[in-house]
């Protein structure tokens, strides 16, 4: 069994990757450690809480992480993925967040990692104010991961909530430079441009049309929280013939490894100081400073197998 950690600000494509990673029967959810990012920590507690009774996993611990980034302040995304964060479906029956266990997400982090020493992917798709508080209270941790999976990020300068940075990035830039500096694991990297504009890993329309209608229960949930994101992506002027989201591939990569299809080790940092380019990853690609590769930049996946994994995981 592969055992994983999923470290989430559970807006929709968070509660994407938490489903195909609950349903992958080669893999073990050790636990979801929650930050804040698309919405505030305690919500996020609740979007996790949530999706888990859908699935009837409310036995996967739930710890909550940091409520703000390092440095800088909450900054919003509802815009993207509602004021709760999964699409503002209503929900009759929400789960206590006495759920919630009392530890708190870094220590549960380091103590995961001393009772699995070399054998947890911990899957980031959030900003990682937690893994960089989890590295300054012990500088081994990183070292007894199996590898650190992120999803955040840019390649090429293209940005998301600012003209050049990624959301993960540019909502705790100071813990995205710690963690790509501070971790010695093998770390990949899905990052933005990859995950929204590449031909190569986007899932054409009519068979996410196909996805969405997945009549079961799963099915259901998972295109009710989507339903409004899917629209306004049909409609949006930047159109294209694919359907793109973004965590879900973080949790591929570290499930699936096999579906990975090309890669490019680089030297990676991020701006913290620009004047305009705060946030934003940089890349070493001619290896200019002489550095070894920190970042393994994923380019490619087997869209076939990205596809069956959501039916896997929603019939
Ligand atoms: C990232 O930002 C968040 O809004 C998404 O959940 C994803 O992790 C994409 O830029
Ligand atoms: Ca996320």
Redesign the pocket.
């Known amino acids: 069994n592969k055992l994983v950690v999923l470290d989430v600000?559970c807006?929709?494509?968070?509660a994407q990757a938490i489903m195909l990673a609950l349903t992958r029967p080669n893999v073990q959810v050790l636990g979801i450690t929650c930050v804040s990012?698309?919405v505030g920590v305690h919500q996020v507690c609740r979007n996790v809480l949530r999706i888990l009774k859908v699935f009837g996993r409310l036995d996967v611990p739930v710890y909550r992480g940091a409520d703000v980034p390092i440095l800088g302040t909450h900054m919003d995304?509802s815009h993207?993925?509602g004021q709760d964060g999964l699409g503002d479906v209503p929900d009759p029956d929400p789960p206590s967040l006495e759920l919630v266990q009392s530890e708190h997400a870094v220590t549960a982090l380091l103590r995961l990692s001393k009772e699995h020493p070399g054998e947890i992917s911990l899957v980031a798709?959030?900003p990682l104010t937690n893994l960089a508080l989890a590295v300054r209270m012990d500088p081994e941790f990183p070292a007894r991961l199996r590898e650190l999976v992120i999803?955040?990020g840019n390649i090429n300068a293209r940005g998301?909530v600012t003209p050049t940075a990624?959301?993960?990035f540019a909502y705790d830039s100071e813990a995205a430079h710690m963690v790509l500096s501070g971790y010695p694991c093998p770390v990949s990297d899905i990052p933005?441009e990859v995950?929204r504009f590449s031909p190569d890993c986007g899932i054409p329309w009519d068979e996410w049309d196909k996805i969405m209608a997945i009549p079961t229960e799963r099915g259901k949930f998972h295109s009710a929280i989507l339903a409004a994101s899917t629209a306004r992506e049909k409609a949006a002027k930047t159109h294209t013939p694919l359907y793109h989201t973004?965590?879900p591939y973080a949790l591929m990569v570290a499930a699936r490894p096999d579906i990975v299809m090309e890669t490019e080790d680089v030297y990676a940092t991020v701006e913290l100081r620009g004047e305009v380019t705060r946030g934003q990853m940089v890349c070493d690609y001619r290896g200019l400073w002489k550095k070894e590769p920190n970042l393994r930049v994923v380019k490619k996946l087997d869209m076939k197998a990205a596809i069956q994994m959501f039916w896997d995981a929603l019939q």
């Open positions: 600000d807006g929709q494509d968070d990012g698309n995304c993207w993925h798709m959030a999803m955040g998301r990624e959301f993960n933005y995950c973004c965590d």
